[in-house]
């Protein structure tokens, strides 16, 4: 687990988390994008990532896949997953994000977020949670409350996950 300078205060948000926001390059995968000779796009995913996912939400929080990109690849791990807010082709990601969380009734405050890059940022500086993969760019890992030891794609998530379970008293009861 991630030990961050004021361990209390990051437990204290992790606790309010009742939504677990992800970007998807870079966070659920490690960045790269597979293209194949017949135009079809790949990437990879990190089993212990979707293992996180499923008992976070096993634990009644809602899981959101929010992407600039559209990928039917993405679409697929979300199905796999069970996860049901996925918003892919995103152009303004704090729209989309403020959109998610009026239609789950929650607040700033009830969300956690983990991002890679610049467009996570704005996302990163208002939630309750920020946390940012190992390999973010500086500016997010300044911004976030907590950088993760993992990288993108490697299991970062699942770390994420863990955090926020652990806090919540939820972690392998």
């Known amino acids: 687990m991630p030990l961050p300078p004021d361990r209390a205060e990051i437990e204290g948000r992790a ?3 009742r939504a677990l926001v992800l970007d998807v390059d870079g966070v659920l995968t490690d960045g790269k994008v597979l293209l194949l000779p017949d135009g079809a796009e790949g990437r990879t995913f990190h089993v212990r990532d979707g293992l996180g996912i499923q008992l976070v939400q096993a634990a009644r929080i809602p899981v959101a896949f929010v992407s600039g990109r559209d990928d039917d690849v993405v679409r697929r791990r979300a199905r796999e997953l069970g996860v049901e807010h996925v918003l892919l082709g995103i152009q ?3 729209a989309a994000y403020e959109q998610l969380l009026k239609d789950l009734s929650l607040s700033d405050a009830e969300a956690a977020y983990i991002g890679d890059d610049l467009p996570d940022l ?3 500086q208002r939630c309750g949670l920020g946390l940012a993969v190992a390999d973010a760019a500086s500016e997010l890992r ?3 409350h907590v950088v993760l030891r993992t990288e993108g794609g490697e299991g970062a998530v699942r ?3 863990e955090l926020i379970l652990e806090a919540q008293g939820a972690w392998l009861r």
């Open 122 to 124: 704005p996302i990163i």
């Open 159 to 161: 770390e994420a996950c």
């Open 15 to 17: 606790r309010k988390v």
């Open 142 to 144: 300044l911004a976030a």
């Open 92 to 94: 303004d990601k704090v």
